[in-house]
């Protein structure tokens, strides 16, 4: 990868500074600039484009004389009508062996443009820089754009020589940030310390977090966050029935008689494989139950010996068998306990459809969402459900063949209508209270759409709030006369009541702050909380802000949204009131004016704010609806002054994520001490259900360089550790606390050596990505090349998020549940009642609605997907994605409407040399792999690769058991393992184009 290459040249850059600081400043360096210009295109002479019509042509050829290989450095300059100029692109490195020659065409220079400018005539300067004297030629052809007679061209360009200090005057020092002579400069009980390295101060505070002063790092820096128009699909709030769940399963209770016996119709709609199974809930193993099978003409049915599934339930005790039904109809299932029982005992029976291929009708399945996003407390919702055709729906996350999922995955199912002839509603409150089932309606009343279209509600009564379970069941006949019926488990998280964007105020500005136009929006207090509730709070706050110009047009102009603390204040000159804030960077209005816009108007559309907890936004302004922010005179002016200069968000972090802070040049100062990448510290974040000591250095062999973030909570008072088990699972954490106190971990200024690389699993991946898209820390730029250009110390950093745990019948694994009222639900560590939020379909929803794709591309962000078949999670069909999660066939879906698609790959042959099979929680491989993978790259002592070494293609194949990766093998050795080696962590390293 780009980034890793860049790594290592910054490396060896470094190591020559220290080596020969003398020699460094005696020394000039003499470059050679060759400024090659360029004519590309078709020009129809209405663009002011300074030729005539006509297509042009420019091939730039480029001969090194010396017989030593030589780097040479492209970028394009590009100068505009009416004495005006762009920005200069990013350089881009190139090289030449001795004795030989290198052209450049107008293909490669169009790629070297940002994007939206690649398909018109362009031309400009090449500038071709270079430490050894090159020959450099240009050839210019042109003809008639209606045909003719072709011309040609020749010229030589002549190098410039540029003279520059290899060694620059050191800047200033920097003032210190505390003063450790004093008790009182750090504030809130910290203490002043001295980092010896780099002779910089910080303030080592009592709660663990360390910066400038103690009261300031209470909270996290916060970044404020700016993305394009184009991001608005993504970053807009899905629709209500796209974040619904999905199920081909049937759970029913199993209540044994007085004559220790249960029996139950079951329909079957479909012919072919599922698989039953039989568990008990209240403690009891469930060895003495025997299960019968009837066939509609009353004949019993053959089972397989059954087997126990040791990882679904999570040693909840049960059987399952694998049966074939060969005819469709209603089944009968009959369970007994010929040893005796006890009064009233208690289980399950469950029914998953195995997907089957060879199956021409799939079956039917149950689809079910609430029926709007805002939910909270004290107001009505509703959950819809319905039947749909599996066979016209598939719930197959990957297709057999080709890098996209299937279409149909990425929208609600068509509801099946007049097929369902009854629906149930149970819900189980927050506290544990088991409502009575009710029957839901298609009267197009409760939340069901329009009457008698097959769609059915229900209503869910939300007084507090909490995480609500609602269990849906269905039954009915085919259009054939097959009947049918399904379950699912749905989670209805509710949030409290405590702040709303108050309509009747004024949107103002709250004046320029450097580049930024300040927006405050004005809320309301409501529900039973109080002010200093709110200002104790953190909300997440986003709009779309559209401009009008000159013209009285209306335009996009950025996405705003960053987390936010409300606070108490006088908006202008009214009253005391509520307020948060948006801010808008002053480039995105350069950017249109470059366009020809002059924005005079500024306006809010679809703003929202999202309480952190759950991400649910408790305050939502309808779509279609703006609101126009009140400009003071300071902020007219601020409008009018932005210039007409064009920058591509990409090349601008200040753009998209506000000014970086301080700590972040302090963090660079230990790279300029020698302290390199190589020497990075690699911290491993566990999951919400992982191993503790998976993630605690079990994995990686006691490594110096591995920091367990999961020691770090060892000895907090605050967070439960199930009873001092060795085992962390972060049920009671936050994604958002978690994340903090990831980032307070990362930029511990006491380290002396930085964070290199993290990688963070499940509700780790989750809090990880969360972390790198709102907060500073020392993975933004912890180290710099010349040019401010960031080579990444975020490189490595992976979110590997998933899969869920709660919802759905996965192998019915989460089957914990409300229908067995024995279950309870402090016997799990998983429990569907805890699970955090964001890590439900509709949490995650919110959460990836907040998330720029800027935060994404700082990371490797995989997906996971397994199958059910064997009653085994195969855990290692990993496929590269900046999808942070997607559906399995466990009957829901989450499947974002993100850039899902890039380098997308299925495992060729489902063989035990193309993925794993794991009995354990996959974390004990997850962590394995990634220190076999970062150990032989970041472990190199000076941090530095021979180019061949780097380029050369170092895919990693085979049989993969518990973090054991057997292999290296080339690229060149065959195709067989090419589709596996995109699809692991490997993606950490850089194969090469080969791969």
Not at 110 to 125: D, N
Not at 444 to 465: L, R
Not at 666 to 692: K, M, N, P, Q, Y
Request: overall charge negative; aromatic content about 8%; hydrophobic content about 35%.
């Amino acid at each position: 990868m780009e980034l890793l290459s860049r790594l290592f040249t910054m490396t060896a850059f470094f190591m020559a500074g220290l080596a020969a600081p003398s020699m460094a400043q005696e020394l000039n360096r003499t470059q050679y600039l060759y400024p090659a210009r360029f004519q590309c295109g078709a020009s129809i002479e209405e663009f002011q484009e300074g030729v005539v019509n006509g297509r042009h042509a420019t091939v730039i050829s480029v001969y090194n004389p010396s017989d030593k290989p030589v780097t040479l450095e492209k970028s394009v300059a590009r100068g505009l009508p009416f004495q005006r100029s762009e920005a200069v692109t990013k350089h881009q490195e190139d090289s030449i062996a001795g004795l030989s020659a290198i052209e450049i065409e107008c293909d490669e220079i169009r790629m070297m443009l940002p994007q939206s400018m690649t398909a018109q005539f362009r031309s400009g300067f090449l500038r071709l820089l270079s430490d050894t004297a090159l020959t450099v030629v240009v050839t210019y052809s042109s003809r008639p754009g209606d045909g003719g007679v072709s011309t040609i061209d020749v010229e030589t360009v002549q190098g410039i020589e540029i003279t520059r200090e290899r060694n620059p005057e050191p800047p200033p020092p920097k003032v210190p940030m505390c003063d450790p002579s004093s008790a009182e400069s750090c504030g809130n009980g910290g203490k002043c310390v001295r980092r010896p390295e780099t002779d910089q101060t910080y303030c080592e505070c009592r709660d663990g977090f360390a910066g400038p002063l103690c009261e300031a790092n209470l909270r996290p820096l916060r970044k404020r966050l700016n993305a394009s128009p184009a991001e608005f699909p993504t970053l807009r709030l899905p629709e209500p029935e796209r974040t619904g769940s999905r199920s081909r399963s049937l759970v029913i209770d199993v209540d044994l008689d007085s004559q220790c016996a249960w029996e139950e119709t079951l329909p079957i709609d479909r012919a072919g494989v599922a698989q039953l199974m039989v568990g008990t809930g209240g403690g009891g193993t469930g060895d003495g139950w025997t299960l019968e099978l009837t066939d509609p003409d009353g004949a019993p049915h053959a089972l397989s010996p059954p087997f126990t599934d040791d990882e679904a339930l999570n040693e909840m005790p049960s059987v399952a068998w694998r049966v074939s039904f060969d005819v469709t109809g209603a089944w009968t299932a009959a369970i007994s306990s010929p040893a005796g029982c006890a009064p009233g005992e208690k289980g399950f029976f469950g029914l998953h459809l195995t997907p089957d291929p060879d199956q021409a009708d799939a079956g039917t399945g149950l689809y079910a969402y609430p029926n709007r996003l805002d939910l909270v407390e004290d107001q009505p919702v509703f959950l819809a459900a319905y039947a749909y055709d599996l066979t016209a729906f598939p719930d197959s996350v990957l297709p057999e063949n080709g890098p996209a999922p299937d279409p149909s995955f990425l929208s609600a199912p068509e509801a099946l209508p007049a097929v369902v002839e009854e629906a149930t509603l149970t819900v189980r409150q927050p506290d544990g209270t088991l409502l009575a089932p009710q029957p839901m309606q298609d009267n197009g009343a409760v939340g069901d759409g329009a009457p008698a279209d097959g769609i059915f509600g229900g209503p869910i009564a939300v007084p507090e709030p909490g995480i609500y379970t609602a269990l849906v069941e269905i039954a009915g006949e085919r259009d054939d006369g097959t009947p049918f019926r399904r379950s699912l488990e749905i989670a209805v998280p509710v949030a409290q009541r405590s702040i709303s964007i108050d309509r009747t105020a004024t949107f103002v500005d709250g004046g320029p702050s450097g580049r930024r136009l300040r927006v405050l929006v004005p809320i309301e207090i409501v529900g039973d909380v109080t002010e200093d509730d709110v200002n104790d709070s953190e909300y997440f706050v986003a709009s779309e802000i559209w401009g009008e110009d000159q013209d009285g047009r209306r335009l996009p102009v950025a996405w705003s949204g960053s987390l936010r603390v409300p606070f108490i204040g006088p908006v202008a000159d009214g009253p005391v009131v509520s307020q948060t804030e948006v801010d808008l960077d002053g480039q995105w209005i350069s950017n249109l004016r470059f366009l020809g816009h002059d924005i005079k108007r500024l306006f809010f559309e679809r703003t929202r704010i999202h309480e952190t907890d759950t991400g649910i936004p408790i305050s939502v302004i309808p779509v279609g609806e703006q609101e126009e922010i009140s400009l003071s005179e300071d902020a007219e002016a601020w409008l009018a002054s932005q210039n007409d200069g064009f920058v591509d968000p990409l090349d601008d972090r200040e753009m998209t994520e506000g000014a970086s802070p301080e700590f972040l040049a302090e963090l660079a100062d230990l790279a300029a001490a020698g302290v390199l990448l190589s020497e990075g510290r690699i911290v491993t974040v566990h999951g919400w259900c992982g191993r503790f000591d998976d993630w605690n250095g079990e994995s990686f062999g006691g490594a110096a360089r591995h920091l367990p973030f999961a020691a770090w909570y060892t000895g907090r008072e605050d967070i439960d550790f199930g009873g001092g088990a060795p085992t962390i699972r972060p049920a009671q954490i936050r994604v958002n606390t978690m994340a903090d106190d990831l980032a307070a971990f990362i930029n511990d200024p006491s380290r002396t050596v930085p964070v290199a690389a993290v990688v963070g699993y499940n509700q780790g991946g989750v809090a990880l990505l969360h972390m790198m898209a709102n907060t500073w820390t020392g993975l933004d730029n912890a180290f710099e090349a010349v040019e401010n250009e960031i080579v990444g110390a975020y490189l490595p950093a992976q979110a590997h998020a998933g899969p869920f745990h709660g919802t759905g019948f996965m192998s019915f694994g989460p089957i914990r549940r409300l229908v067995a009222e024995a279950v309870r639900a402090d016997q799990y560590d998983c429990t569907f009642g805890q699970y955090p939020v964001r890590l439900a379909p509709i949490g995650s929803s919110f959460h990836m609605s907040s998330i720029p794709a800027g935060a994404k591309r700082k990371m490797q962000v995989y997906r996971q997907h397994h199958t059910s078949r064997k009653f085994k999670r195969r855990w290692c069909k990993f496929g590269r994605s900046t999808l942070i999660i997607s559906g399995t066939d466990d009957g829901f879906v989450d499947f974002e409407r993100q850039d899902h698609r890039a380098e997308l790959k299925r495992s060729e042959a489902e063989s035990e040399e193309n993925f794993c099979e794991l009995q354990d929680a996959p974390g004990e491989l997850c962590a394995g792999q990634l220190f076999s993978a970062l150990e032989p790259y970041l472990g190199t002592p000076t941090g530095v690769v021979e180019p061949e070494a780097r380029n050369r293609d170092r895919c990693f194949a085979g049989r993969m058991r518990h973090g054991v990766i057997t292999g290296p093998i080339s690229g060149s050795e065959g195709a067989d393992h090419t589709a596996f080696c995109r699809a692991t962590f490997m993606g950490l390293i850089d194969f090469g184009a080969d791969c």
